[in-house]
């Protein structure tokens, strides 16, 4: 089995145990403009072309450190099937008519909150926030388009580490490595 078949067999099973209103939610860590680790959750949209997909204003903090250093990771944690699964790789951005894909496919409050605010950015109030997007939601047309700021990242693994949980703490840990175009295994210790 080789490491994408192996994420998509674990993500599958998760998927048909969870009761996670999220279940693709995994961590996503850049380096920050300051040098510091940020790591926030966020969804995975789909494993495409041996990239793992994610979506989000490109203008934000994120976008901005994912420009400045391209180096990420993506973490899981299934629960229910009491695993892990750590990735570490380079992102790039997603192609305008990608990310036109996966802005049709969210829901209106999302497409009209990403239209209108700017993510990351300070507010006044939530009270603020609230009557900004209530005067405004009643403006947009059943066709909201993309803005501009609005994309994704692929996110190219180079390191993907499966661990299966055990009461006996003997977690069982695979490691794979991008060697050239290859894969390498390795097993590691718990």
Request: glycine content about 4%; proline content about 4%.
């Amino acid at each position: 089995m080789n490491v994408f078949e192996k994420f998509a067999d674990w993500h599958e099973q998760e998927l048909k145990t969870t009761k996670a209103k999220l279940p693709n939610a995994c961590s996503f860590t850049s380096i920050g403009l300051d040098g510091y680790p940020n790591t926030r959750f966020v969804s995975l949209k789909e494993v495409k072309e041996e990239s793992f997909i994610i979506t989000g204003p490109i203008n934000s903090r994120k976008g901005k450190e994912v420009l400045s250093n391209p180096k990420v990771s993506i973490a899981f944690w299934w629960s229910e099937t009491e695993r892990q699964v750590r990735i570490q790789g380079d992102a790039s951005f997603i192609s305008d008519s990608e990310a036109d894909e996966y802005f049709e496919n969210r829901n209106r409050a999302s497409k009209i909150v990403s239209s209108l605010f700017n993510q990351g950015e300070t507010i006044e109030s939530f009270e603020r926030l609230n009557s900004i997007f209530v005067a405004k939601e009643k403006n947009f047309k059943n066709k909201i388009s993309r803005p501009k700021e609005w994309g994704g990242f692929s996110i190219q693994p180079i390191r993907i580490e499966f661990m299966q949980f055990k009461n006996t703490r003997l977690h069982q840990r695979v490691l794979f490595e991008r060697v050239g175009s290859n894969w390498e295994l390795k097993y590691i210790q718990p």
